[in-house]
């Protein structure tokens, strides 16, 4: 079988490229080929509406790809190579199928720690989600390895579930890595008040579980509880583009257009690095861009001339406080910070020009900040308001 869109992967940017592929092309052939054992989903979901939103359940949660865009989905569908002279994949159970334009939507990998083999749920599908839940309890005991977007955000859902939580982060103060102290020093505080145990400071070693887990740290102390979470970040997945001779450093390289050194292969999402007109080559790993960047995809795929212009944000919303982000995170740089209402705007400063800007309980001025970075002015006390 051969399509005229083959897409490889099933999350957001796969949903949105079967979307912008339909925007110009009513009717050509789309297929989805995924991994995943569940349609397309809103992954952010997973770690946070989820969890805080009673009224929000998994069965709203399917993004209804198929109906909408009458893309062929086959789920549990490994691709294992990609044949760039005959135009074709093969995937792990032996099946062929061609393509005339090829997108590859492949995500991200789980960073993993030493462990028993299934001593640790890695947090990243649905699965995992629905598997957390079911063990989410009242007075059971959680180790959270891991003070990122992920880690934090599970802490927090699962400390709401009256469940007890241990947070294991490298950084001194949780959030240190990315937040100036003083905003660090607060975001801490939230975790704490709310009853999360915080273990600063420290790594996890390895992972042993019997009836209990024991989660030992890397200055020998062992805690001790009914299951551990990690979330530790994630790596791109390459390994497909790479074997096919595909250009690839920090993910897939492609052009303005998502294009790769394939003129028939195109990539998006978290494994695609691009020319961000404003942040510079970069590669993202977040909802916005997904979404963005994989409607851009389809869209040129299917006929468009356009160039992928938009410069993504990040955000995450815990315990009734929300950030929102563009650019670069580095608590390391240089930061002036304004008050603004009850919220305040940092700019990370390389070289005295902002490169990244946060906005602590400011919501929906992400567009004013990409203004910034692109054009910053001489005053930056009344840029964002």
Not at 26 to 46: F, N, T
Not at 155 to 180: H, N
């Amino acid at each position: 079988m051969t399509y005229q869109y083959l897409i490889v992967g099933g999350g957001m940017a796969a949903d949105s490229a079967a979307r912008g592929i339909r925007d110009i092309d009513k009717k050509g052939s789309i297929a989805i080929l995924s991994a995943d054992v569940d349609a397309p989903y809103p992954r952010p979901a997973l770690s946070k509406k989820l969890w805080t939103d009673p009224e929000f359940t998994w069965d709203q949660a399917d993004l209804a790809t198929v109906g909408d865009t009458g893309a062929e989905l086959r789920l549990g569908t490994e691709v294992l190579s990609i044949d760039r002279d005959g135009k074709t994949v093969l995937t792990a159970s032996g099946q062929v199928f061609g393509y005339q334009k090829l997108l590859l939507v492949t995500g991200l990998t789980p960073s993993r720690i030493d462990d028993d083999g299934d001593a640790v749920l890695y947090f990243r599908s649905a699965r995992d989600y629905q598997q957390l839940r079911a063990l989410a309890q009242p007075g059971h005991q959680f180790v959270v390895v891991g003070g990122g977007y992920i880690g934090a955000e599970l802490a927090a859902g699962l400390v709401q579930q009256g469940c007890e939580v241990a947070l294991v982060t490298p950084d001194p103060t949780l959030g240190g890595s990315q937040f100036p102290a003083q905003i660090a020093s607060e975001y801490q505080k939230l975790f704490a008040d709310a009853g999360v145990h915080l273990v600063t400071g420290k790594r996890v070693c390895s992972v042993r579980k019997h009836e209990a887990a024991e989660v030992t740290l890397d200055d020998g102390t062992i805690l001790q509880a009914d299951d551990v979470i990690a979330g530790l970040g994630a790596s791109p997945v390459t390994k497909l583009a790479e074997e096919a001779g595909l250009t690839v450093n920090d993910g897939v390289i492609v052009d303005e257009q998502l294009r790769t050194n394939d003129p028939a292969i195109w990539a998006a999402g978290d494994i695609a690095n691009y020319p961000d007109p404003v942040l510079g080559r970069t590669r993202v790993e977040h909802v916005d861009n997904a979404i963005a960047m994989g409607k851009a995809a389809g869209r040129i795929m299917a006929g468009s001339k356009d160039s992928y212009t938009h410069t993504p944000m990040m955000y995450s919303q815990i315990f009734g406080v929300r950030w929102e982000a563009v650019g670069t995170l580095d608590s390391s740089l240089a930061t002036t910070s304004v008050e603004a209402g009850d919220g305040q705007v940092v700019y990370y400063l390389s070289d005295g020009k902002p490169v990244g800007v946060l906005l602590w309980n400011l919501p929906g001025r992400t567009d004013k900040a990409v203004t910034v970075l692109a054009d910053p002015p001489e005053d930056l006390s009344t840029a964002i308001s």
